[in-house]
């Protein structure tokens, strides 16, 4: 109930990014649905039928990573002072989150499901003048439990993506081991941490400061010892006044610009690469699943080159000697790059397939049929949005420096003159890498 209560309450634009995960639910449940169709109107090419579900991969990651997202950037599960006090801790709201990407692939899976029908006829004539009765096998009974099977792969899949990513996890890091020696020289085990009740009560000996005294003993001079107890107390409140408090939400890390380029760089350019060269040495007698293995290591690589690449434009925005609006916008990329590096990768993957099999349409390729044109629809529509939704994200965990930055003065005009820049400098480098991957990719494929 309180995940459909989150649902109806949420503002528009969160309702718009899950009804986007619904449709892209939707289909990629209809291809799926469709591969079972064509099974069954062709029982004896078994490999084609195989060779159809695994292509269904792609709109099925497609879309569990758009789902992982919109669930990222869903206001109403986010941590907030007061919600521990009412039962609603960090486990309960990924719960939340869980349901609601639960409720939003179902939803899409079923309209899904009746569509097929529909277009099966079996719940009232055939539209279309029985134009996809061959493709979805229209005389034939359709397995129950096969359709079941399918239809939940993507509602099962998303929820536990979702689960995994936002499991709760211990926001402080943990304490370096402290070893210590027993009376006569013995290693002991790491120091625990001893309360202040303990210290008064028992009166157990604390560590005292760099260069001070000795620590108060049971029953000593506390009057006499007060430079120790002060110092040993102020310790322990230091050390209590870390804990952060159980209903206040931890700050997002601030990401150190200072840092060099992150180490995905490396693996995805050798990824790429490798996909290249299994394209360009792939044999003929199996080109599609060369093809098929090609553009899995070079999406892989893109992924992985992503963050990467968007740091490097960062630092190219700075090159020479920037100004405040050059300087503004390379430092919010270099801050930016782990999360839109990974969303524009992806769009980068998708972009250079869709350019390769654009520049292969008049060649020996086959010509796009519905189901293909519906599935570079589910994976394009959900990358795209993806990359949207990651630059609304971005944009949230901006707002603090934002702020920040108009009461030390800075013009508004400035920081859109600086978003402007970020966004075009991303297609400047990104674009002729795409056009550069989607010519090498379809250069074996075209002789």
Do not use: K
């Amino acid at each position: 109930m309180l995940a459909l209560r989150l649902t109806r309450a949420a503002r528009p634009a969160v309702q718009l990014r899950r009804l986007l995960v619904a449709a892209a639910s939707a289909g990629t449940g209809l291809l799926l649905l469709s591969s079972l169709g064509h099974a069954l109107a062709h029982p004896e090419a078994a490999d084609a039928a195989a060779l159809r579900l695994a292509w269904c991969a792609a709109p099925l990651a497609a879309t569990v990573y758009l789902a992982l997202a919109v669930a990222r950037t869903d206001p109403g599960t986010r941590p907030r002072p007061g919600l521990s006090a009412v039962g609603l801790g960090p486990a309960r709201l990924m719960a939340v989150s869980v349901l609601t990407t639960a409720l939003s692939c179902s939803l899409g899976s079923l309209l899904a499901l009746l569509f097929f029908l529909h277009l099966r006829g079996d719940l009232t004539g055939l539209p279309f003048d029985g134009a996809a009765a061959g493709l979805l096998a229209a005389g034939l009974p359709l397995p129950v439990p096969a359709a079941v099977t399918l239809l939940t792969v993507l509602p099962v899949t998303a929820t536990a993506a979702v689960a995994v990513a936002l499991r709760p996890r211990d926001p402080r890091p943990p304490a370096p081991a402290v070893r210590r020696f027993g009376r006569f020289g013995a290693l002991g085990g790491p120091a625990g941490l001893e309360t202040f009740g303990a210290y008064g009560r028992f009166g157990i000996r604390l560590p005292s400061a760099p260069g001070g005294g000795r620590g108060v003993a049971a029953g000593g001079n506390r009057e006499g010892a007060a430079g120790d107890g002060r110092t040993a107390t102020a310790a322990l409140l230091e050390t209590d006044g870390d804990r952060p408090a159980p209903d206040s939400a931890p700050e997002p890390p601030v990401p150190d610009t200072r840092a060099g380029t992150p180490a995905g760089l490396p693996w995805g350019v050798a990824l790429v690469t490798a996909g290249l060269a299994a394209q360009a040495y792939a044999g003929r007698s199996a080109p599609a699943l060369a093809v098929l293995l090609g553009w899995l290591l070079t999406g892989v690589g893109l992924v992985l080159a992503g963050p990467g690449l968007t740091h490097l434009c960062g630092r190219l925005l700075q090159a020479g000697r920037p100004g405040a609006l050059r300087l503004l916008a390379g430092r919010g990329l270099m801050a930016e790059a782990a999360r839109i590096g990974r969303p524009l990768g992806v769009l980068c993957t998708v972009a250079s397939a869709g350019c390769a099999l654009t520049a292969l349409s008049g060649g020996p390729a086959p010509a796009f049929g519905p189901l293909s044109t519906l599935g570079a629809l589910v994976v394009g529509g959900a990358t795209l949005a993806t990359l949207l939704t990651a630059a609304v994200e971005s944009r949230q965990y901006r707002a603090g420096t934002t702020a920040a930055l108009l009461r030390l003065g800075a013009r508004p005009a400035l920081l859109r003159g600086a978003a402007a820049l970020r966004a075009a400098a991303l297609p400047a480098l990104f674009g002729p890498l795409v056009l550069a991957i989607a010519a090498l990719s379809a250069l074996p494929l075209s002789r």
